[in-house]
């Protein structure tokens, strides 16, 4: 299914989970990886600025640290590449997805210090942000452990029924065959987290749930035929029942639309359903951004 895939590789993070998972995904499906390194100006952990030398020699100590540190993890991945650029992190990283035909973004943790270990959402990964932004192939965010040799059994897609939401459904029903898993269509009804929305105190909720599940039935059937799968929704404030979904059912990814309802484009960042679930503790996230698809 995935055929070339990045991994935005750090020594940053004390638990290497977005690489275990690439490489994993990269045994699968028998893909080339390309592990990226972007050294900015300043320090980089890679790398020592204690004194001045060339661009050309820095980069190529920075790929035989990157080479020596996950060496047993490319023994049995022949088809691979280290690149390592100077430069900003997301613009350098573009270069390579936009001219190599990349199909798969992998990236992990905040690498950034955090002045306020209590104000996780007050630094929100922006590379992560700015990469999903600018790209058409889907990206991984891995925060949490994947399942053993990528061996995904159980996906949970987050739906609001919007147009990029539809396209995700397609792409969500096209990994469920791939490696025969079982696809949990979800939709929360989205009460307001400072605003209640007035509808949903006019009837039981029971109506607009049954309602929700109704529309997922007949708007999806067609694309999740042959596919094992099932259909939920409940209230609740979407990010967060999304996780709660996620771990209660045991999945191994959640997968959503990039951009979803109209509103997201608007809200800041760090009120994002996409980034919020993203970047909490759980399964890894898959974020596809909209391309036109058709299965329905």
């Given at each position: 299914?995935?055929?070339?895939?990045?991994l935005?590789?750090?020594?940053?993070?004390?638990?290497?989970?977005?690489?275990?998972?690439?490489?994993?995904?990269?045994?699968?499906?028998?893909?080339?990886?390309?592990?990226?390194?972007?050294?900015?100006?300043?320090?980089?952990?890679?790398?020592?600025?204690?004194?001045t030398?060339?661009a050309?020699?820095?980069?190529?100590?920075?790929?035989?640290?990157?080479?020596?540190?996950?060496?047993?993890?490319l023994?049995?991945?022949p088809?691979?590449?280290?690149?390592?650029?100077?430069?900003?992190?997301?613009?350098?990283?573009?270069?390579?997805?936009h001219?190599?035909?990349?199909?798969l973004?992998?990236?992990?943790?905040?690498?950034?210090?955090i002045?306020?270990?209590?104000?996780?959402?007050?630094?929100?990964?922006?590379?992560?942000?700015?990469?999903?932004?600018?790209v058409?192939?889907?990206?991984?965010?891995?925060?949490?452990?994947?399942?053993k040799?990528?061996?995904?059994?159980?996906?949970?897609?987050?739906?609001?029924f919007?147009?990029?939401?539809?396209?995700?459904?397609?792409?969500?029903?096209?990994?469920?065959?791939?490696?025969?898993?079982?696809l949990?269509?979800?939709?929360?009804?989205?009460?307001g987290?400072?605003?209640?929305n007035?509808?949903?105190?006019?009837?039981?909720?029971?109506v607009?749930?049954?309602?929700?599940?109704?529309?997922?039935?007949?708007?999806?059937?067609?694309?999740?035929?042959?596919?094992?799968?099932?259909?939920?929704a409940?209230?609740?404030?979407?990010?967060?029942?999304?996780?709660?979904?996620?771990?209660?059912?045991?999945?191994?990814?959640?997968?959503?639309a990039?951009y979803?309802?109209?509103?997201?484009?608007?809200?800041?960042?760090?009120?994002?359903?996409?980034?919020?679930?993203?970047?909490s503790?759980?399964?890894?996230?898959?974020?596809?951004?909209?391309?036109?698809?058709?299965?329905?």
């Amino acid at each position: 299914m995935f055929k070339k895939i990045l991994l935005a590789a750090t020594p940053q993070v004390d638990t290497q989970t977005a690489p275990k998972a690439a490489f994993d995904l990269a045994r699968k499906n028998g893909a080339e990886l390309v592990l990226f390194h972007a050294l900015p100006l300043g320090r980089d952990p890679w790398c020592s600025f204690d004194e001045t030398i060339p661009a050309e020699k820095l980069v190529e100590s920075t790929k035989a640290k990157i080479a020596e540190f996950f060496a047993e993890d490319l023994k049995d991945i022949p088809n691979h590449s280290i690149r390592v650029a100077t430069g900003t992190p997301h613009e350098e990283m573009l270069k390579i997805i936009h001219t190599e035909g990349i199909d798969l973004i992998v990236m992990g943790h905040h690498t950034s210090t955090i002045d306020r270990p209590d104000r996780m959402w007050g630094s929100v990964d922006t590379t992560i942000r700015k990469v999903c932004s600018n790209v058409f192939c889907p990206v991984m965010v891995v925060t949490h452990e994947m399942p053993k040799a990528a061996d995904i059994k159980r996906i949970v897609m987050a739906t609001d029924f919007s147009t990029p939401s539809d396209s995700a459904l397609c792409f969500a029903a096209q990994m469920a065959r791939v490696y025969d898993a079982h696809l949990d269509i979800f939709h929360v009804l989205d009460i307001g987290q400072s605003c209640p929305n007035p509808e949903y105190y006019m009837q039981d909720m029971d109506v607009f749930v049954d309602k929700a599940k109704e529309k997922m039935e007949k708007k999806y059937a067609n694309a999740l035929d042959g596919i094992s799968h099932s259909f939920e929704a409940w209230e609740g404030v979407p990010y967060a029942e999304i996780l709660k979904r996620a771990r209660w059912s045991e999945a191994d990814l959640v997968l959503m639309a990039q951009y979803s309802g109209s509103g997201e484009l608007t809200k800041p960042v760090v009120g994002s359903t996409v980034i919020q679930v993203a970047l909490s503790p759980g399964c890894p996230a898959l974020l596809v951004n909209y391309r036109a698809r058709v299965c329905m």
